[in-house]
């Protein structure tokens, strides 16, 4: 491609480590090739979704879908990590191992505040986690009723986990895909809700004690896209920013049939009565005939779900997913340990002139990460200016608003010396942000890889805006505060050593612009 006008930003950062950067350099850990220098990825072997996000007396837990003896997905067991604020984590022994019921499949983990289940000690409140098992045997055989719904108590804050005797509490009614339960305390209702993922839509039951649970309705057959098995759903009210107004949000996963393939998250906006889910009726129309509201148009953002019991005065909606895909998860070149998560993000709820609508942006944890900001100086980019990045670290955070272009492309390109490229940007024709991940490394491992990716912008903006977060192998773009979210995974045979900013035939006014270096926290 020629391009009219080319400007070129990079950016001077000094190569003299801070002393705390040189501290945490000392480790020997975390430094495999591709591997995550600030995202959560487990010290070895194979991990998918995250599950059990619960945080407790300080602590933010995150259980993932682990495999210990592999790094290809094979019998689930829940690893364990806490963090005391979203950025650092600390590894802890496996909670849950699978047993005579089956392997340990996808669910969540509340706070039992006022011991309903009757599983605390000492007054405290246990901590209840509530999950797939999953019965191999009777998929072999076959079978359909191989997935139920069983539950685990802790005292000691997520330390040790104790079965429940009576397992499980939700029978399987003859459904082959029936998993992935998420609970939350209805304050309205007073009552658990429980939403779980069954093929193509999603149930909901409700309890008093988590123990026995009744079914209170279906939902979601003819919303949404069912191009794949539905998986992983979650649930929970939100207010509306700017008003009082209440509005219950519905996440869902789907594999496959995401905008750029394969595994992603659609999400549906209603009302929940404490029995029914009932789609708000603007939304409606954006989710008929097949169509889907999607959380994230990357490729690399899965089977996410929120906190559970964030306290009150937070308030905030965090969540986290799992930074790949079922295409091709299991063939990824990374050697020790297979998937990382994608960073945790703040969800909030907008009524926009398109209806209500989610927006995803970074948690604000994540700025401790920054440990220099340079300003790119604001103006025309088609004067051309070069400078280098530091060709020791890949870590950089770039926070980017553009006047938006009467037409053509803005382009951020990250590449390095063995000409791989990895592209961001805004394309005014095509009214879209895209990821170009075709030339950013490894690919062979899986045909469909190397790839375009597009997200549509279906509303009107002035600027464009950008927060973008680039690790040793992922990408992350916030656009349009939030608006627009983009998650990807690559695989650059070198580190990463310059950043340019291009701005395709028409000059680009670039109104404010700081990149920042990140710190690894492994
Ligand atoms: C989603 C999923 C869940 C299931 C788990 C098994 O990625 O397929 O539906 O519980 O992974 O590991």
């Known amino acids: 491609m020629k391009y009219l006008s080319i400007a070129i930003v990079t950016l001077v950062l000094t190569m003299n480590c801070t002393t705390k950067n040189e501290t945490l350099v000392l480790s020997e850990s975390y430094t495999e090739e591709f591997r995550p220098q600030y995202h959560f990825s487990p010290e070895e072997k194979w991990m998918n979704d995250p599950n059990g996000m619960v945080y407790y007396e300080g602590e933010y837990h995150l259980f993932y879908q682990y495999y210990p003896d592999s ?20 590894h802890l022994p496996i909670a849950l ?57 802790s005292n000691d804050k997520g330390r040790t986990w104790t079965k429940y005797e009576g ?103 209603g009302n929940f009565d404490g029995k029914n889910f009932v789609l708000d009726e603007e939304f409606r129309e954006h989710v008929t005939d097949e169509k889907a509201v999607w959380l994230d148009y990357g490729t690399d953002n899965y089977a996410g779900v929120t906190w559970s019991d964030i306290p009150a005065e937070d308030g905030r909606r965090i969540f986290i997913g799992w ?11 990374t050697q020790k340990w297979r998937s990382a998560m994608t960073l ?68 951020i390109r990250f590449s390095n010396n063995a000409d791989e490229y ?44 950008m927060i973008l977060y680039l690790d040793h192998s992922s990408i992350e773009l916030f656009a349009d505060q939030g608006r627009t979210t983009m998650t990807d995974i690559f695989f650059p045979n070198e580190l990463f050593s310059k950043i340019q900013i291009i701005a395709d035939h028409n000059p680009v006014e670039l109104l404010s612009g700081t990149i920042s270096k990140l710190k690894k926290t492994w």
């Open 344 to 411: 945790p993000r703040v969800l909030t709820l907008h009524h926009e002139k398109e209806g209500y609508r989610l927006r995803t942006l970074p948690a604000d944890e994540l700025k401790s990460l920054e440990i220099e900001t340079s300003n790119i100086p604001p103006g025309d980019l088609s004067d051309t200016y070069t400078v280098q990045t530091d060709p020791a670290t890949n870590l950089y955070k770039l926070e980017l608003t553009f006047k938006k272009p009467e037409s053509g492309l803005i382009e």
């Open 167 to 269: 397992n499980p509490v939700i029978a399987n009614p003859g459904i082959r895909d029936f998993r992935d339960p998420k609970v939350i305390w209805d304050h309205d209702s007073e009552q658990w809700i429980l939403v779980l993922a069954a093929d193509d839509h999603v149930k909901f039951y409700g309890s008093q004690n988590l123990i026995d649970w009744t079914h209170l309705s279906d939902w979601g057959r003819e919303y949404g896209t069912h191009a794949g098995v539905w998986e992983c759903p979650d649930l929970f009210p939100m207010t509306v920013e700017n008003s009082d107004e209440i509005k219950w949000v519905l996440i869902q996963s789907i594999n496959p049939g995401g905008p750029n393939g394969g595994s992603a998250a659609q999400y549906f906006v």
């Open 97 to 153: 191992y699978p047993d005579s019921l089956g392997y340990i499949f996808s669910g969540s983990a509340v706070i039992d505040w006022n011991n309903t289940s009757g599983f605390g000690e000492d007054g405290k409140p246990p901590m209840v986690a509530i999950f797939t098992h999953h019965e191999p045997l009777g998929e072999q055989m076959d079978k359909i009723d191989f997935q139920y719904q069983s539950i685990a108590f």
């Open 323 to 333: 930074m790949s895909n079922w295409l091709y998860a299991q063939v990824v070149p």
């Open 71 to 90: 790094t290809v997905w094979g019998p689930m067991h829940w690893g364990h990590a806490i963090s005391t604020n979203l950025v650092e984590w600390e």
């Open 422 to 465: 990895l592209s961001v940007g805004y394309s005014l024709a095509g009214k879209q942000y895209f990821i170009d991940r075709t030339f950013a490394g490894q690919s062979d491992f899986k045909e469909e890889f190397a790839d375009y990716h597009t997200a549509h912008i279906a509303y009107d903006h002035e600027n464009v805006d």
